[in-house]
């Protein structure tokens, strides 16, 4: 939590305290707020921003293949968040609760795959053309796949983002984090690469569409749900 959000925190609990039924404690805790905001030079709008922030799933990477990165994007698109990449880490941006929800399922999709894609490479054979690089490049081919078909599947269900929804959340990002967006490199997709890597993105596909997200009353109820397929 940055300088600037510890502020937005303090001035939300003095609003707070500023509907109380105490006259004197209230009316003390509404000056204190614009104080605060008088100071810092914020307005009602960036408290509101408050309600947002960002939470970090350490992934272990110091350079992140473009089938994480893309599973990181997919799993953000579903919670309304952001995802930025970091040192070993993708940090989601979004409002609070959002992130934390994000960032579990981010963890419990990221096992599936892995497990996914070891079963494929114990499948691959061990000898003639099948050396440590095409099982690597097939592997990630793989990969892939089983992230485009999770990505379908988040389309069917992702909930959609008003724009005065997505307008404060861009303002967090620039008032708030004040994050810096850098251009996405370009990056060779490993399926892109031989007739082999083609039919390992296919493979992996069919095993992302086995993989269940479930419609619930609220995001916590599809985190949950990810969670005992995970423990099956």
């Known amino acids: 939590m940055n300088e600037k959000e510890k502020i937005l925190n303090k001035i939300r609990k003095c609003m707070a305290l500023g509907e109380s039924a105490n006259e004197h404690e209230a009316a003390s805790a ?10 810092h030079g914020l307005t009602e709008v960036h408290v509101g921003l408050a309600e947002f922030g960002e939470e970090g799933v350490d992934l272990g990477y110091r350079r992140f293949p473009g089938w994480v990165t893309a599973l990181a994007a997919v ?20 409002r609070k ?13 990221m096992r599936q795959l892995k497990a996914s894609r070891k079963e494929f490479v ?18 990630d081919a793989f990969c892939e796949g089983w992230v485009s078909a999770i990505a379908a599947k988040v389309r069917e269900f992702a909930a959609p983002v008003t724009q005065q ?68």
């Open 122 to 139: 114990s499948s691959l054979p061990s000898y003639g053309r099948y050396g440590a690089r095409i099982k690597r490049e097939n592997a």
């Open 97 to 109: 609760e959002n992130t934390v929800i994000a960032s579990y399922c981010l963890e419990v999709l």
């Open 75 to 94: 799993v953000g698109t579903a919670f309304q968040c952001s995802a930025y990449t970091s040192w070993r880490s993708v940090d989601y941006v979004g």
């Open 165 to 232: 929804e997505k307008a404060r959340h861009n303002q967090y990002l620039t008032d708030v984090r004040e994050t810096k967006v850098k251009k996405a490199r370009d990056r060779k997709l490993a399926h892109e690469s031989s007739a082999s890597a083609a039919a390992a993105a296919q493979l992996g596909y069919r095993a992302g569409k086995d993989v269940q997200l479930h419609h619930g009353m609220s995001r916590e109820t599809e985190a949950l749900a990810l969670a005992k397929q995970d423990k099956a």
């Open 30 to 39: 509404m000056r204190q707020a614009r104080k605060l905001m008088d100071k």
